[in-house]
C-alpha cells in the first residue's frame, strides 16, 4: 500500500478528522489498545478525570506506533495537531526539531525532573536545554515471556544461553507443542532481532551496529550469525504466524497453545489482565545470551504546541504522569519499570523487581542501550530500513548471507 492510500485508510479507520479537544480536555493520541494496555490507559484517564479534565481518546491500533506515528503526520499537516501524543525515542527529537512541541520546563524545574528521571531518557524527553516530552515508563525489549505448565511438563528449565535455548525448542518441537509464539510484523521481526542480535554479538557489536551504524559491524559474521539464528526462529514458530497481532501472539502463551514469547514487556500486561501470576502460570526471563544486558524503550508523552504556552491541560497532564504514585500504579499495570528513580518496588510484581533491578545494574556497568525496535537506537528513517531486511529475510526472501548485504546497503542509504 502507498503510504498515502494506507494513511486514508488510517485516518478512515480511526475517524480522524476529528477536532481539537476543548478547553478543559485533552486529546491524546496512542496506540495502546490490547487488553493490557487499555488496563494501563485508563489509570491515567482516571488521574486525570479525578482533576476535573476530560480525555478525548485518540487511539490508532498497530503495536510499536507505526500507525499512530502515520496519522500524527497527517494530523499536524492538516494543522490539527492532538494535545498530547504517546511517542518513541527518535521520533521526539524529530518533531522537536520541526520547533511542533511545546516547551515544559518550567513544569519540570518546579517538580525537579532533572533529578529523578535518568538520563539515558532525558536524552529523548530534552531538546537544546527544553523538556519537550513527559516520560510514562521504561519498556525493554530482550524478555521472553513462557507457559510454565508447558515447561514444567516437559522438563524444561528457564535457558539462560543460546545453546540452552535451542535445545529447550527443539525439545517442545519433538513433544509436539508450537515452541514459539510470533506475529508477523515487521517491527515484531525486529524486536525479536534486538535481542538475537545482543545474543550473538554482545554489547559493543550491537553498539556497533545499532547505534554507531557502523558498515563493518553491520556486514559482520557476526551478524549472518544473528540471521541465523532468526531462521532458527522462524523454523519454529507456527504456520499462522503471519500478520498476527503480538497481543494474539501473547494470547497463545496464556492459553497454552505456544511455550515461549519473545517480545517486550507490555507483554506482561496481557498475562495479568488474563488474571495471570508470574512464577504461577507464567515466567519472564532475560532472552538468553543477553542477561545483563537492557535493550530499553521508554514512551513519552509529546506536547504539541497548540499557539502559545503550554497550556493548563497540557502541564497538568506532564505533571500527572510524572507524580510517582502514577508512575507506580501505571507501570504495575503496563509491564514496565518507572521513568524515575525514586519510585519503590514494592507493589510491583516479581517480574516488574527484576525489571528495575536489571535496568538499574545495567544502566550503572555500562549495559544500558537503546532499543532498535521501538526508535531508540537510530532515527525512524534507518530504523525503518532494518526493519525490511530482517523482515524480508524471516519470510524466507533472503538467505543469511544476502540479509547482510542487504542490510549494509540499506543502513547507508537511509542514514
Ligand atoms: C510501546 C509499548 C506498547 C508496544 C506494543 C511499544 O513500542 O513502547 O508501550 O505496548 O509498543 O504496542
Redesign the pocket.
Known amino acids: 500500500m502507498s503510504l498515502r492510500t494506507r494513511t486514508a485508510a488510517l485516518l478512515a479507520a480511526t475517524g480522524l478528522s476529528a477536532g481539537a479537544a476543548a478547553a478543559g480536555d485533552v486529546e491524546v493520541l496512542h496506540?495502546?489498545t490490547?487488553g493490557g494496555?487499555a488496563a494501563a490507559l485508563n489509570v491515567l484517564k482516571q488521574d486525570l478525570e479525578s482533576q476535573g479534565i476530560g480525555w478525548l481518546d485518540m487511539p490508532v491500533a498497530g503495536?510499536?506506533?507505526g500507525n499512530a506515528m502515520t496519522v500524527l503526520r497527517a494530523r499536524v499537516t492538516a494543522g490539527n495537531a492532538p494535545t498530547a501524543v504517546q511517542m518513541?525515542g527518535f521520533d521526539i527529537l524529530d518533531w522537536a526539531r520541526e520547533g511542533a512541541l511545546a516547551d515544559l520546563n518550567e513544569i519540570a524545574a518546579m517538580e525537579g525532573w532533572d533529578d529523578v528521571v535518568p538520563e539515558a531518557l532525558q536524552a529523548f524527553a530534552k531538546h537544546d536545554g527544553k523538556w519537550i516530552s513527559a516520560p510514562v515508563n521504561v519498556?525493554s525489549t530482550n524478555w521472553v515471556w513462557a507457559n510454565k505448565a508447558l515447561l514444567d511438563q516437559n522438563g524444561i528449565e528457564i535457558p539462560t544461553t543460546w545453546d540452552e535455548f535451542t535445545t529447550a525448542v527443539e525439545k517442545l518441537a519433538a513433544a509436539g507443542v508450537t515452541p514459539i509464539a510470533h506475529g508477523g510484523e515487521a517491527w515484531q521481526e525486529a524486536t525479536v532481532f534486538d535481542a538475537i542480535a545482543m545474543s550473538a554479538g554482545g554489547p559493543d557489536f550491537y553498539r556497533s551496529a545499532f547505534i554507531d551504524l557502523d558498515e563493518s559491524a553491520l556486514g559482520s559474521e557476526t551478524m549472518r550469525e544473528a540471521f541465523d539464528r532468526m531462521a532458527f526462529i522462524r523454523g519454529h514458530v507456527d504456520e499462522n504466524f503471519s500478520g498476527r497481532s503480538?497481543n494474539l501472539a501473547t494470547a497463545m502463551v496464556i492459553n497454552g497453545e505456544a511455550a515461549f514469547q519473545m517480545m517486550?514487556d507490555?507483554a506482561k500486561g496481557e498475562f495479568l489482565n488474563a488474571g495471570q501470576t508470574p512464577g504461577e502460570e507464567f515466567l519472564c526471563f532475560r532472552f538468553p545470551g543477553t542477561v545483563e544486558q537492557v535493550t530499553f524503550?521508554a514512551?513519552q508523552f509529546a506536547m504539541f504546541d497548540q499557539g502559545g504556552a503550554v497550556s493548563p491541560e497540557q502541564a497538568a497532564l506532564a505533571s500527572a504522569i510524572l507524580s510517582p504514585s502514577f508512575q507506580s500504579a501505571f507501570n504495575v499495570v503496563k509491564g514496565s519499570v518507572p521513568a524515575r528513580t525514586d519510585v519503590s518496588d514494592a507493589d510491583f510484581d516479581a517480574c516488574g523487581r527484576q525489571g528495575m533491578k536489571d535496568l538499574a545494574a545495567a544502566s550503572s556497568s555500562g549495559n544500558l542501550f537503546g532499543s532498535m525496535a521501538?526508535g531508540h537506537a537510530a532515527p525512524a528513517s534507518v530504523r525503518n530500513a532494518i526493519y525490511d531486511v530482517v523482515t524480508a529475510h524471516f519470510n524466507g526472501e533472503y538467505d543469511s548471507s544476502t540479509a547482510v548485504r542487504e542490510l549494509v546497503d540499506a543502513v547507508e542509504l537511509a542514514k
Open positions: 496506540w495502546w490490547s494496555e503495536g510499536g506506533g518513541l519498556h503480538w517486550g507490555w524503550n514512551d521501538h
